[in-house]
């Protein structure tokens, strides 16, 4: 699952669906990005990723939530804000 907003637009969909879309644009030449938080609870594990300049222009804050299953961290949602100053409409 995949919730957030992008220029002032609601976007969901699956995780298979956000891979795609990185592939296709591309983090560009002056991305950064650093994880700020974790937290885990024995099968629970929340992470605040902190990024800038996505595509040369966003920066954003992601959380992700994984699930330990079958002895492995997952991956099972991201929800993530961009930055207002980054906002174009």
Excluded: C, P
């Amino acid at each position: 699952m995949l919730f957030g907003y992008l220029d002032g637009k609601l976007e969901h969909g699956s995780i298979e669906q956000f891979y795609k879309n990185v592939d296709t644009v591309g983090a560009g030449d002056d991305f950064k990005a650093r994880i700020d938080v974790v937290d885990v609870e024995e099968t629970l594990a929340v992470v605040r990723v902190l990024e800038e300049k996505w595509s040369g222009r966003i920066d954003f804050t992601d959380y992700l939530l994984l699930m330990k299953m079958d002895g492995e961290w997952r991956y099972v949602a991201k929800a993530y804000n961009q930055n207002s100053d980054t906002v174009e409409i």
